[in-house]
Structures are given as structure tokens and as C-alpha cells.
């Protein structure tokens, strides 16, 4: 019998495998129950970060951007060693500034900011400012 954090992580995977073949609404609906049902506990904070993520990506593509905004903020996870390792992801926070959104991105960037170096932080938001997008290759969902 699988633990609990097997099954979340799974039922993780699922939600994002729906997102990148296109099955939006799936998606969206494992996602959204995924926020409702779990809680903030640090085991639970990589799936409720790609939860928010994928949430919010399917807004902006409906054009819902106040909420992609809101739930790109509600991804900011408290704590996690994949998180800590990796860093979030940006996908999301990628369509946000396509879309003209550069301050939840903003803020996003100084609510993330123990996961990266500051003068990452300084950097991106300096081209944010700019009016650039900067590269954010290795954090996106593969």
C-alpha cells in the first residue's frame, strides 16, 4: 500500500501530465481539488506549488489573469528540499510578464527569494523592470 506522500506526488504527476497533453480541464480539475484538500505541511508543498502553477497557467490562457496572478502568489511554498534544490517554477510567472503582468511577478520573485542567490533576484528583476523577460530555461515544467 502506497503513503500518503506517494499518492500526492502521484496524484501530482497525473495533474501535470493532463496540462501538457492538452487535457486543460482535467487538469484544472485534479488541481484545484489538490489546493482544496491538502494542507500547507512542507511534504505537501511541491505538489501544492505545481497545483497553483498549473491552476494559474490554465487562467491565463482563458484570460483570467487576476486570478493566474493569485494563484502564482499562492505557490510560493514555505519549504522544500526538491524546491530548495531545484527552484520553483516559472512557468507561470513567464506568462504573467507575456501578458503585461510584471508586478505579481515581482513580488512573486521576493516571496521566492530564499531559493535563489540575491543577485539572481537583482538580476531578473532589474530586466523585469527593464520591460525584458529574462530566461528562465531550467525552471519550467519539462
Known amino acids: 500500500m502506497a503513503d500518503s506522500y506517494s499518492l500526492v506526488q502521484s496524484q501530482s504527476d497525473l495533474t501535470l501530465a493532463h496540462y ?3 487535457q486543460f480541464a482535467e487538469a484544472d480539475r485534479l488541481a ?8 500547507r505541511s512542507n511534504s505537501n508543498a511541491d505538489a501544492l506549488h505545481a497545483a497553483h ?7 491565463a490562457r482563458s484570460g483570467a489573469f487576476e486570478h493566474a ?4 502568489l499562492a505557490s510560493v511554498p514555505s519549504s522544500s528540499p ?3 534544490s531545484f527552484g520553483p517554477n516559472m512557468d507561470l510567472a513567464l506568462e504573467l510578464l507575456r501578458a503585461g503582468g510584471r508586478e505579481p511577478v515581482l513580488a512573486y520573485l521576493d516571496a521566492c527569494a530564499k531559493f535563489w542567490k540575491p ?5 531578473w528583476k532589474t ?4 520591460g525584458k523577460t529574462p530566461k528562465f530555461d531550467n525552471l519550467r515544467f519539462q
Do not use: F, P
Not at 53 to 59: C, F, M, Q
Open 119 to 123: 543577485e539572481t533576484i537583482a538580476a
Open 82 to 84: 526538491v524546491l530548495g
Open 127 to 130: 530586466e523585469i523592470e527593464a
Open 69 to 72: 496572478a493569485r494563484m502564482l
Open 32 to 39: 484545484r481539488d489538490q489546493i482544496a484538500r491538502l494542507d
Open 53 to 59: 502553477t498549473v491552476s494559474g497557467l490554465i487562467s
Open 20 to 22: 501538457r497533453c492538452g
